[in-house]
């Protein structure tokens, strides 16, 4: 159920652009990346990740994979090797194990007519063979990266670049997340946030994804 204190004061924005996180909003990835990451931990002869640890599982599903290689591999003098065993990962073998969240196709169909679609990701390179696998890429006019900015989230970095491709005003777009990192950008470059299935400080809160039309 969508929650929002101040849904009609949204409604009367002049929103032009709806941003979306990847992980965790468009996609179910929990298993593909813990996967991934089990296979670096592997390779370099580290325990095994364990699921039921939460703080290391919410630094797999919300940070960019260099912050998470310097988490995982804290004071270890391999972390050059590391990085570049992480990059031979063919993480399209990984697809099948990621689930399109409900209601995503059909919310980004009533939406592209009226506003434009872009993804600000903490993924590197994965995410447009991502997009073109599971056939959104056609969605979204603009991609962006960890791999295109110096500073990934939760610096404002990707979402300010966003703004600046579409030429829009902060409060002319909306950012839909699911952590911390999500909303910890979005406040930092002033673009109102929706919470995607998350408990936190967010304009407003949706559970599904066609909630998100009511508000626009």
Known sequence: MMQTGSAETMMKRDIRAVIYDCDGVMFDS?????????QVMEQFGKPPLDR???????????????DVLSHLFAGDDRIDQVRAFSATIDYRKLFPLMLMEEGLRETLDALRSRVELA??????????MLLESFGLDRYFSCV????????PKPHPEPLLKVLEHYGIAAGQALFIGDSEVDRQAAEAAGV??????????AMARIDRHLELLSLL
């Open 192 to 201: 109102p946030f929706v919470a995607y299935r998350g408990d936190m400080r």
């Open 30 to 38: 929990f298993e593909a990346n813990l996967a991934f990451y089990r």
């Open 52 to 66: 039921s640890d939460a703080d290391t599982m919410r630094v797999l599903h919300t940070y960019c994979n260099k």
């Open 144 to 151: 962006m990266t960890a791999g295109r900015v110096v500073n």
């Open 119 to 128: 993804v600000c990701t903490n993924r590197a390179s994965s995410m447009e």
